[in-house]
């Protein structure tokens, strides 16, 4: 691709951090938006939450990249922090779209990564289920359709829009992997509920590499499933990622303890996501981990310990 100028929003969290490192040693110009009042070299300043955003950072841009939002996994689900799920996407994609959608059409980027979830889909059972099925009915499928909808005003003014509906990612510094490395190394490991609902994940490698892949086919608008190529059950995940640390996996959390521990989020962890990459897949895009076992042993390779 030829070199190209990229404002980012959530350039500091994970995905963010290491995307924004990848496009600039692929030649690309990085605008991280910071919320400080005075910015550094090469940062922008807004406020989304108050929906200010200087129309002159934006304008000129050949592509604006959002991953903003506040984390989903490291809190409880408070009334409250569900509320800050909500605003901290809505706001900051609300922001950005309307910047676009009021600048002179010569002045508008022309395409925006904007992030979403695969939690879009909710509860899809035993079905595969690829970018045209509609939102389900949980709280983060909600979530993921007001958080993409906000993004409207950038598509209906011609930006190009693709929605990264992105599955939880595995990499040894992901808030996925992290939580569960501890009880796995210390065999307690354990499927969540029944662990015959399927999950969705992606390898951190192929979330960066089609991330980059779509930058580059304009052909390619909507939503687009950040998922492997393919899919796995909780208990499938449990036994991989034992295997992948030389230990046991023989427990099995009940629906209650999670409960307990997690509200909201429980119920989120027990849902079965069978989310295929459909869009991907017609592509061409190449997975270079496209099944849960190389995934992690990928992941915790600098982790992994001798058999006993």
């Not at 808030?175 to 009880?183: F, R």
């Not at 015959?196 to 939503?223: C, H, N, S, V, Y």
Request: net charge neutral; hydrophobic share 45%.
């Amino acid at each position: 691709m030829v070199s190209m100028r990229i404002l980012m929003a959530g350039a500091s969290g994970f995905l963010g951090t290491r995307l924004a490192d990848r496009l600039v040693a692929a030649g690309h110009e990085i605008t991280r938006l910071v919320r400080q009042r005075d910015p550094g070299p090469g940062e922008a300043a807004w406020q989304p939450s108050q929906g200010q955003l200087d129309p002159a950072v934006v304008a000129g841009t050949d592509v604006v990249i959002n991953l903003a939002g506040a984390n989903i996994g490291d809190k409880r689900w408070t009334g409250h922090y569900r509320s800050v799920l909500r605003s901290s996407r809505v706001d900051s994609t609300g922001t950005l779209a309307r910047a676009i959608s009021n600048l002179p059409e010569a002045d508008r980027p022309r395409t925006m990564l904007q992030a979403s979830g695969a939690g879009w889909y909710g509860d899809t059972g035993d079905t595969p289920t690829s970018e045209e099925a509609p939102a389900g009915k949980t709280f983060l499928a909600d979530l993921c359709r007001v958080w993409e909808a906000a993004a409207r005003p950038a598509e209906d003014a011609g930006t190009r829009v693709v929605l990264l509906r992105t599955a939880p990612v595995v990499d040894r510094e992901s808030e996925l992997i992290k939580q569960l490395l501890i009880p796995f190394k210390l065999g307690a490991g354990a499927k969540l509920g029944g662990g015959k609902q399927w999950m969705a994940w992606i390898a951190l490698t192929d979330w960066l590499g089609a991330a980059e892949f779509l930058l580059g086919r304009d052909d390619i608008a909507g939503p687009v499933n950040m998922v492997s190529a393919e899919q796995c059950t909780n208990a499938e995940f449990t036994r991989a990622f034992a295997r992948a640390l030389h230990r046991p996996a023989l427990l099995a959390v009940p629906g209650f303890a999670l409960d307990l521990a997690l509200g909201g989020l429980a119920e989120e962890l027990q849902v079965s996501q069978r989310a295929v990459p459909a869009v991907l897949r017609r592509a061409g895009f190449q997975w270079a981990y496209p099944e849960i076992e190389g995934a992690l042993r990928a992941a915790v390779g600098r982790e992994a310990v001798a058999p006993n």
